[in-house]
Structure formats: C-alpha cells, structure tokens
C-alpha cells in the first residue's frame, strides 16, 4: 500500500514550457486535490476531483488544468509555465471527510520556473 | 473567499513548556477541525483533529480546544519537546467540497534544548 505517490520530486522548467505532475493513490479514494505551498502562504487548494471525470477548481486554480479520468490518477498541467508558479505541490487524497476518514498528502513535487 | 486565519506565525519554546497555536474559521458546510504536522521535506501529515460533539480532544500532549460560538479552536502541545519542532498548519472543511481543506498559512514551532 503505497499511499499517495507523485512524481517528479524536483522539476526545473523554463518559462513558457508545460509539463504534467503525477498523482496516484492506491486507497480507492473518492476525492483527489492538488495543493501548492508557498512560504508563509500555507497550502492553498488548486484544483479537486469528486470522482472519476469530476473536477471543479479551488482557491487559486489559473494557469493549471485537471482531468481525472481513473479514481487512481489526478494529474496536474502547467501549460505554459510562469516564475510565479515555482512553488511546492501536494497531492492528496480522502474518502470523504464527513464519515470519520482524513486526508493523506503525497511527499510533494518541488517546482522552479526559471 | 473561504479564510482559516491562524496565529501566531512563529514561536519559540523551550523544552518542557507549552506551545499554543490558535486557529479562527469562517462559516463551514459542516464541523470537522484538524491540525496537521510537517517536517522540513516532507507532505504534511494528521496530527489531531475534532468534531463537533465535543469542545476538547486530547491526544497524549496534544490537545485541541474547540469554540464554536467564537469560531475559534486552538492546540496546545504540553511538555513541548525537541522533536515536535516543525510547521503546524490548522484547516477547516472546504466549502465546495466535503473531501477537501482550506488550511492556514502555518505556524513554524521551534522547541530548545
């Protein structure tokens, strides 16, 4: 049982490249969530997924785009990648959190958009 | 938009003291608050978290309080060891969806020998 598993764990991009992170859960979890850590701002929720082919946008989702075509896999695009968006990203996963369970987070994907 | 406000930013203790990290919420689709712990490198990870039947959990030297009519709820980490020096972030339940977070912007805990 793995967990939630993403990769890569370092990336440099150049401004204007895209690139895709990789999100897998292994726990047959319903709702799937991107987050990105910057200092002193917390985690701030990108996009979400309810299920398969269910995505909807959180807090802070321009310049990024979801699609969740298993209940494995979330994977997040940059299409043309910014400075602004070097920052560490999170993947996570829950079943729910209205019926006892939690979120489980990746180790992160650290980014740097030169 | 959705804010979970959290305070202070930073704190130093010395071991064996009392951390206090305090947590204030906006209106949430339902009741669930938990606090969550991470190491430098590392996802963040469940340390304590409560629901609404209750106004305190206790969990070892952990300890959530809980105020619903203020919308606050804090942790309280006694004998406060080396080994919990780490960022703590409080969250609350996010309103678009009951399997997502909306987290505050984190309190940095340094503990001395």
């Known amino acids: 049982n793995a967990g939630v598993t993403q990769t890569p764990k370092f990336q440099v991009l150049k401004t204007g490249q895209s690139m895709t992170l990789q999100c897998a859960q292994d726990?047959?979890?319903?709702?799937m969530s991107w987050y990105r850590q910057d200092p002193g701002m917390g985690l701030r929720l990108i996009h979400y997924?309810?299920?398969?082919?269910?995505?909807d946008q959180g807090e802070v989702p321009n310049g990024y785009n979801v699609s969740r075509s298993t209940t494995e896999d979330f994977p997040l695009r940059l299409l043309s990648a910014a400075p602004s968006q070097t920052s560490v990203y999170f993947c996570?996963?829950?079943?729910?959190?209205?019926?006892?369970?939690?979120?489980?987070f990746g180790e992160g994907s650290w980014l740097t958009v030169v | 938009q959705q804010q979970v406000k959290q305070s202070p930013q930073s704190l130093i203790v010395q071991k064996g003291g009392i951390s206090i990290i305090n947590c204030a919420y906006e209106?949430?689709?339902?009741?669930?608050f938990p606090w969550y712990q991470q190491f430098p490198g590392k996802g963040p990870a469940l340390l304590i978290a409560?629901?609404?039947?209750?106004s305190e959990k206790k969990e070892g030297r952990f300890t959530i309080s809980f105020n619903k009519s203020a919308k606050q709820f804090s942790l309280h980490i006694m004998d406060s060891q080396p080994g919990d020096s780490a960022t703590y972030f409080c969250?609350?339940?996010?309103?678009?969806?009951?399997?997502?977070?909306?987290f505050g912007k984190g309190t940095k805990l340094s503990v001395k020998p």
């Open positions: 997924s309810v299920g398969a082919g269910i995505t």
């Open positions: 209106n949430t689709a339902f009741d669930y």
């Open positions: 969250a609350a339940p996010f309103r678009g969806s009951q399997g997502n977070l909306i």
């Open positions: 996570a996963s829950s079943m729910g959190l209205l019926s006892g369970n939690t979120i489980y």
């Open positions: 409560i629901r609404p039947d209750v």
């Open positions: 726990m047959n979890h319903e709702y």
